[in-house]
């Protein structure tokens, strides 16, 4: 069993509409959470850091984890085809710099 | 202030060659570290170097090096390169000082293809 699994999609939704993305993972010593955008041909792009349990909001960007239940949330609101790509959620041990990474999920929006 | 930078793009290799990536890191930013992504495994770690010394290092072979200059300056070699070594290298790197999880900066890769 991977330490991170994310459903690998893909995610196919009309313009405007809500994505919602998700993680889940086995290693209660995860501390920190993070989501990545990577579109094709390119490095993975910081959207969304936290580290505690509980919503961290920023602009259309909502990440909700939740350590009880081991589980990692990413919505986009008003989602444009701009935000098509895969995104990954990554998580690091509160000891080390090493990123654990989930498969990725490819989001497609419609217009 | 310049991303980090990764160069060649673009490889492509005979198998059981070697290969050195490189990797400059954002301004500063004294850790660097490598990942490699496959569409079968995804994204895994290689292993990371700060101040030049590695600190950490994931579960790959030992046909897997790397080192990091006094200027942070990061190179990767793959010797004996197999078929399976065909991927996307990212570096990654970040400031110490910005704590856990900030500035994990990636680069655009070097795609490396061995025929």
């Known amino acids: 069993q991977k330490e991170v699994e994310q459903d690998p999609g893909p995610l196919s939704v009309p313009e405007g509409a809500i994505v919602s993305l998700n993680c889940t993972y086995s290693?209660?010593?995860?501390?920190?959470f993070m989501w990545y955008r990577q579109y094709s041909r390119k490095g993975p792009e910081l959207l969304m850091y936290?580290?505690?349990?509980g919503n961290k909001e920023d602009g259309r960007f909502t990440a909700q984890v939740d350590k009880s239940s081991k589980y990692i949330s990413l919505f986009i609101r008003d989602s444009q085809p701009s935000d098509s790509a895969t995104y990954l959620c990554?998580?690091?041990?509160?000891?080390?710099?090493?990123?654990?990474f989930g498969g990725g999920t490819r989001v497609l929006v419609k217009p | 202030k310049a991303g980090v930078t990764q160069t060649p793009r673009y490889l492509i290799k005979t198998r059981g060659q070697q290969v050195t990536l490189s990797c400059s890191p954002i301004?500063?930013?004294?850790?660097v570290s490598w990942y490699q992504q496959t569409p079968g495994q995804g994204l895994q770690f290689l292993f990371e170097?700060?101040?030049?010394?590695?600190?950490n290092k994931g579960n790959f072979p030992g046909r897997f090096s790397g080192r990091q200059f006094s200027n942070s300056r990061s190179e990767m070699n793959v010797s004996t390169l197999e078929l399976g070594d065909s991927a996307l290298y990212l570096c990654?790197?970040?400031?110490?000082?910005?704590?856990?999880?900030?500035?994990?900066?990636f680069g655009s890769g070097t795609r490396l293809t061995v025929v």
């Open positions: 170097y700060f101040s030049e010394t590695q600190r």
């Open positions: 990654a790197s970040s400031s110490e000082g910005q704590g856990v999880g900030y500035g994990y900066t």
């Open positions: 990554a998580i690091v041990k509160a000891a080390g710099n090493k990123l654990t």
């Open positions: 301004s500063g930013h004294r850790s």
């Open positions: 936290t580290y505690s349990s």
């Open positions: 290693n209660s010593a995860f501390q920190y």
